[in-house]
């Protein structure tokens, strides 16, 4: 897939198994450290929960199109999605090029990027088991107004892999300027702060003001989160949906078509000034 | 890329042996070259802010000129000073850098390429952090670089038994990576780089930091990787025991530039023109005696003398002190390949006729001297 001279599908398959079971092993190592990633990852969008719920509250139960309990279900079908589509890649990446761990990775007979997917991946389901069941718990303490329409459910799984995929792809294209720029640190925390944004995370997008609302759609940010938040509670409209799904796969097919073409020019640049 | 290299590759103790190695070699480099262009700006804030306006940069060569030919199956140690080019070569070799000029083909392949069947092939032991993933254990880290070389399973329960037993490992392999000593780091990340049975390794400074007994085990270890699996090691070290115990040859670089390339006995032969004349004398006689007649005493500690000999006058020497001194004991020396390694550095840049060693007789000749002496030579 990516360069064109890809390891054929079997062999693939034999190296995410290999992954999959060695970063299992090995994020179970670090339960602690899990426990206290994992608690961030709540917090956050708890944070917003109550304070979004407080001012629907005080609004005369309802801000924005939301009630309470619909803030309370945004937030914790968002904290799922979140941390089903988030990677890393940014970070590892600007660390590897700095500290000279890009050479080995390069000498492998496989492309990086699937090392990182496994990884991605084995992290989203290894903590997808604990997630489930807080999202679940603090749903019904906070009263969370969630009844997904059948089709809202069914067209969820797709939109959500179409996320996971898209917002991978596009983290790892960002995290290739760090072939090219120094201290990325910077550009990630732009990025990351871009990411909170539009995507949806401090606010549904319909809370924003309208020019927000257009470049969140217009870039790939809400098609990264926000879309399947959406979908799964049951506020897009099947034109709405259909809509996204479009924008999904368009943004797919484009970052997935520079992907190699950046990564082969950001590799050129890596061995021209020195691996 | 066959011809023009023949010519071109300088030196062998046996020429015919060098055919072969230009006919079929395994690892060819011709007029490699490679330039950084390094930012650079004055100091103090002016510059600073000029800079950010407009880069400068500057040119600054790491590898010159390096051409050589190694042959299937040979272990060749690769010398120079720091920031003479080892490094870039072996990396450009590897297929990490892209050369500002230059052929080469390692196995038929361009290394920059990085052809999936190429690097299935090759090693590149650099640093300790390399194969081994930090946070699991060893044996896990083999479990991934089999499924990423595609090891078939046979093989690789082979592979890693042999690799087990030759750097005993066995203790090793539950234990997480960051759990490990330097030396038995560096045992696991040589297994894990050779779980794919590679022809060709490129070995950075492989016992760089380790003790002296764990610096041995790496090195019988190389030569009977090398034995067995018949592989072509190319390897840099700063420990000339290494280069000793390991290489038939030497390639020595300096700025960039081929400066030897031939057997270790050659280099001796070539750069060190002296021999040193280590003497007992009996009794009390040394301070009564015109030593410096014999030679240039380099060293006088009590009764023991050290003269420092042209080699052609070394045997002639030798007689006459044990004909007119009161010698109790007597020792002929090259001196040790690391000062002659460090005297070709210093030499290196002045030397007009780089990459012209001696030819095949001169480098058979017996290191030791041609004298019988009494009392054993050492080196």
């Known amino acids: 897939m990516i360069a064109g001279r890809a390891a054929g599908p079997r062999a693939l398959l034999g190296l995410y198994r290999a992954q999959f079971a060695v970063h299992l092993a090995a994020q179970m190592q670090y339960r602690v450290m899990l426990a206290i990633w994992l608690i961030g990852l ?49 970070e590892v990446t600007e660390y590897r090029v700095r500290e000279g761990e890009f050479s080995p990775l390069l000498l492998r007979p496989v492309h990086p990027i699937h090392a990182d997917l496994a990884e991605n991946l084995t992290y989203k389901l290894l903590t997808l088991t604990l997630t489930l069941p807080i999202a679940l718990l603090l749903g019904v303490s906070f009263g969370a107004d969630f009844s997904p329409p059948v089709w809202a459910v069914a ?82 409209s099947a034109r709405e949906t259909l809509v996204g799904f479009g924008a999904q796969a368009v943004w797919l097919v484009v970052l997935v078509a520079v992907l190699p073409w950046a990564w082969r020019a950001g590799v050129r640049r890596y061995s021209a000034v020195g691996a | 890329m066959i011809s023009p290299l023949a010519t071109r590759v300088p030196t062998a103790p046996d020429p015919t042996l060098r055919g072969a190695a230009t006919r079929d070699a395994t690892i060819s480099v011709r007029g490699l070259r490679k330039t950084y262009a390094v930012p650079e700006r004055e100091a103090g804030a002016v510059a600073a802010v000029r800079s950010l306006v407009r880069r400068t940069t500057r040119e600054v060569p790491a590898v ?92 690789y329960r082979e592979t890693v038994d042999e690799l087990v037993d030759l750097l005993g490992l066995e203790e090793l392999l539950p234990k997480p990576v960051r759990n490990l000593s330097l030396g038995e780091r560096m045992k696991c990340e040589l297994a894990a780089a050779l779980l794919h049975r590679p022809r060709v390794l490129f070995l950075d400074e492989p016992t760089l930091g380790l003790d002296v007994s764990a610096q041995r085990r790496i090195r019988a270890f190389v030569a009977e990787y090398n034995r067995r699996h018949e592989a072509t090691v190319l390897l840099t070290s700063h420990y000339m025991a290494d280069v000793e115990a390991l290489c038939q040859r030497v390639i020595v670089i300096h700025r960039g530039r081929l400066l030897y390339d031939g057997d270790l006995t050659g280099l001796v032969a070539r750069f060190a023109p002296d021999k040193t004349v280590v003497v007992e004398l009996a009794g009390d006689a040394a301070p009564e005696l015109d030593l410096a007649a014999y030679g240039e005493v380099v060293r006088r500690d009590g009764g023991q003398v050290a003269f420092r000999v042209p080699k052609a006058a070394a045997a002639a020497v030798v007689g006459r002190l044990l004909a007119e001194l009161p010698v109790v004991d007597l020792t002929v020396e090259d001196p040790p390949v690391e000062d002659i390694i460090e005297r070709v550095f210093r030499e290196g840049g002045a030397q007009g006729d780089v990459a012209s060693p001696p030819d095949g007789a001169a480098a058979r000749e017996p290191s030791d001297g041609a004298v019988a002496v009494p009392a054993g030579v050492s080196r």
């Not at chain 2, 050589?68 to 060749?76: D, L, N, R, S, T």
């Not at chain 2, 069947?117 to 044996?139: C, E, F, K, S």
């Open chain 1, 42 to 90: 709540v917090l956050q969008p708890l944070m917003y929960l109550v304070v979004w719920a407080t001012v629907a509250r005080s609004q005369g139960g309802e801000a924005g199109g939301f009630t309470a309990g619909q803030f309370a279900a945004y937030f914790l079908v968002l904290m799922v999605v979140n941390q089903l589509t988030f990677t890393w890649v940014t």
């Open chain 1, 155 to 236: 067209a969820f799984v797709p939109a959500l892999g179409l996320a996971v995929a898209l917002r991978f792809v596009a983290d790892w294209l960002v995290a290739l300027l760090a072939f090219w720029v120094t201290r990325m640190t910077a550009i990630n925390q732009t990025y990351s702060v871009l990411t909170i944004f539009l995507t949806g995370q401090i606010a549904p997008l319909s809370l924003f003001p309208e020019p927000v609302r257009v470049v969140a759609a217009v870039l790939p940010f809400r098609w990264m989160v926000a879309f399947p938040v959406e979908l799964l509670l049951g506020r897009l």
């Open chain 2, 64 to 155: 010159a000129d390096v051409g050589f030919a190694i042959a299937p199956g040979e272990v060749v140690g690769f010398l120079g000073p720091n920031g003479a080019g080892k490094t870039t070569t072996l990396k450009v070799l590897a297929g990490l850098l892209h050369p500002s000029a230059g052929e080469v083909t390692v196995l038929g392949h361009v290394p920059w390429r990085r052809d999936r069947a190429y690097l299935a092939q090759i090693t590149l032991v650099m640093g300790q952090r390399n194969q081994l993933h930090w946070d699991i254990p060893v044996g896990d880290s083999f479990v991934l670089n089999r499924a990423i070389y595609r090891i078939p399973e046979r093989q």
